[in-house]
């Protein structure tokens, strides 16, 4: 079979249903971003957030070990993980979408060591790139928190089933 650059391997089987049976955990929305040693900004879209440590405060998340962002996440000082609020639904799809520039026309600031930080979020939080453990097509990085903050009253981005949702269906 010939892939095009934005195709994915076939699945199996067995990974068509663990991919099923994940998409039944309801998640928010992240973009991770950090800043390359060029100065270019890099962002994605992520749902592999969770909290690890209240002391230290630490966070993880995790990214592909072929994805194109590797080097600038697995090299750099620190990264933003930003979370997304309910009305945030596009800027998802943008940061998930290739070969675009993802910032482009996106308010932002400059955060810890450099991190885009997106404007309207719900909540952010600023890490210094702690450490990383490959673990099977995934490498896990554990950020170390030195800033946080929350926008009052936002409510959060959700995904579960494939899709964003506002709220989850009752």
């Not at 099923?20 to 100065?39: Q, S, Y």
């Not at 209240?54 to 993980?81: C, D, N, T």
Request: hydrophobic share 40%; net charge negative.
């Amino acid at each position: 079979m010939s892939r095009t650059p934005h195709s994915s391997p076939a699945l199996d089987e067995g990974q068509l249903q663990f991919r099923a049976a994940l998409g039944m955990f309801a998640t928010g929305v992240t973009i991770v971003t950090a800043r390359a040693p060029d100065g270019s900004l890099v962002g994605l879209t992520a749902n592999s957030f969770n909290s690890v440590s209240l002391s230290p405060r630490l966070v993880l998340w995790s990214l592909g070990q072929k994805a194109g962002s590797m080097p600038v996440f697995s090299r750099g000082s620190h990264y933003a993980i930003n979370i997304l609020a309910a009305e945030q639904k596009e800027l998802a799809q943008r940061f998930a979408t290739r070969d675009i520039d993802r910032f482009a026309g996106v308010a932002w600031r400059e955060g810890a060591g450099g991190a885009p930080v997106l404007d309207g979020v719900a909540a952010v939080f600023e890490c210094a790139n702690r450490s990383q453990y490959e673990e099977g097509d995934h490498v896990i990085f554990v950020g170390e928190v030195e800033s946080c903050s929350r926008r009052e009253g936002a409510l959060p981005l959700i995904y579960h089933g494939g899709r964003y949702y506002t709220e989850l269906p009752i």
